[in-house]
């Protein structure tokens, strides 16, 4: 295997600190960080909200070589003495001729004390110091370059590109950022850049949970579990059975469907209206996929689900409606609604900067939550004249008003921003993940390590729809989800298909 050295963008780090373990590869590549990029990670780690929680995991996680030497593990033998982790004695060969590519006076070399290797390039007089990244049981070295003086003109924007450009051209190494225009700017450098293409998933559209069968009127559901195509699937698959039946001499279908799920290895026959009648949603669900999804998300076995679909498919009111049922039948004690509130790179886009309190802020990113929550509200008063008393006041679907905040209150809503989910643990509550396609694998980690006893929670996003500024609907959390309940039996999903818009809005959507 060929050693590669990668210099770190701070898009690969905030993306996940894991790619650092992933990128080593156990010794195999070295990784390298400038001094442009711990100056945007420390710029960051300030702020209030999953991208700064991100950033300071980065920095506790790094440790001179001094420090490293102080950092322990616990020993596996029964005594159970703990071991020193001690950093490499001297650098890998293949990390030793740094200054030297640069134009320097010659490769890095340890100092006296054979704990790290510094070393200040002639060239630009840059500085080179060896850290460590320890995280688990990961002890793994990067190498710092410090430019005290670039010899850039003046620009009034993407001058940190520029920098970042400069060092990665200067040293040899490939950048690694998923920051398509970095890429983009390095490349008609001939500079050679990579995106992490971890977790990416080449054709979302193909994922589907859905499977199809054959069975006559006169077997039992035995017979389908025998069925080697039924074994081979795995638990949470949607399924359509087609009832056959026949005469003397074929053999034909009769028109009857029946749906249901494979749980704990069996068919289990999911009779969606009978649910649905039982249940009495404020709003009966349109089509099959809602029925589905809202029969899912009641079963008492489903503790996690993955639902994505374009807009106007019914992910959030039917995810809605499934928490109320949930709460009526006490099953739950509340419902969490959370969405990512950092959808652009710009600090306009952070909750700081809007105005009002905690709960104002919030308020721009719940859009969602509120049309379906007035949805419903609209048809409870077109019902009786008691529900518009009691649910009084003007609806508008982007304003909180006084009859939404009754309806939060009485059925026990909250609203939670990601950044404050962190050190709680959400027990007894239906929570509502919305809009993951914009979260990183880190972000549903975070989340997802929440999630105490008595709840469950659903992931709902449409993997085409990225604001993100380093995912793509190539990579993203909708589409780690999906793919992991392709082959997880822990986690449910399912892909809406269908789409309840308006003309104008479906025409604009198919617009190219």
Known sequence: MSTKSYLLDTSVILDDIQNIVYLYQDGANALFLSDTIIDELDKKKELMNEMGYFVREFFRNLYTPE??????????????????????????????????????????????????AQQTCSKNNDYIRQIYFIHN????????????????????????????????K??????????????????????????????????????????????H???????????????????WSLLELIELDNTDSSMYRTGKKSFGFKIDGK?????????????????TPANLEQKM?????????????????????????????????????????????????????????ELGFRKGDESQKLSYFMYPLYSAINCMIDKLQQGSLAKRIE????????????????????????????????????????????????ASNATIKLIGTRVGEGSRIVFLGDWAQIDHPYLSKFRNGALSLLQKATSDDMIAAMQLRQTIRSDIARWFGDFE
């Open 67 to 116: 420090e490293s030497s102080l950092v322990y593990r616990k020993d596996a033998s029964p005594s159970g003495v703990n071991e020193v982790l001690t950093p490499n004695d001297t650098l890998d060969s293949k990390k030793d001729n740094v200054c030297a590519r640069s134009g320097g006076s010659g490769g890095l070399a340890p100092t006296a004390d054979n704990k790290f």
């Open 137 to 168: 049981a990961h002890h793994i070295p990067i190498t710092l370059i410090y430019r005290p003086h670039y010899e850039i003109p003046h620009q009034d924007h993407s001058l940190n590109d520029t920098k970042i450009i400069t060092i990665a």
């Open 170 to 215: 200067d040293y040899n190494l490939t950048l690694l950022t998923n920051d398509i225009s970095l890429k983009i700017r390095a490349l008609t450098q001939n500079l050679n850049a990579q995106s992490l293409f971890r977790d990416r998933v080449e054709n979302p559209e193909k994922i589907d949970f859905w499977q199809s069968f054959e069975i």
């Open 217 to 235: 009127k006169d077997e039992n559901l035995s017979s389908l579990e025998a069925n080697e195509r039924f074994g081979k699937l795995k638990n």
């Open 267 to 283: 068919c289990e026959i999911a009779n969606l209206d009978e649910i649905i009648s039982e249940n009495k949603p404020y709003i």
């Open 293 to 349: 999804l809202y029969a899912m998300l009641l079963h008492p076995k489903n503790l996690i689900s993955i639902v994505t679909g374009a807009t106007g498919s019914g992910k959030t009111l039917i995810a809605l409606q499934a928490g109320l049922s949930l709460l009526k039948n006490g099953d739950v004690e509340g419902i969490i609604y959370l969405r990512n509130t950092v959808t652009a790179t710009d600090k306009e886009a």
């Open 391 to 438: 649910y009084r006041g003007e609806v508008k679907s982007i304003e909180k008003m006084e009859a939404t905040e009754y309806f939060l209150q009485k059925h026990k809503i909250e609203v939670l921003d990601i950044a404050h989910a962190r050190g709680i643990t959400i027990a007894n509550k239906f929570i509502i993940f919305d809009e993951v396609q914009n």
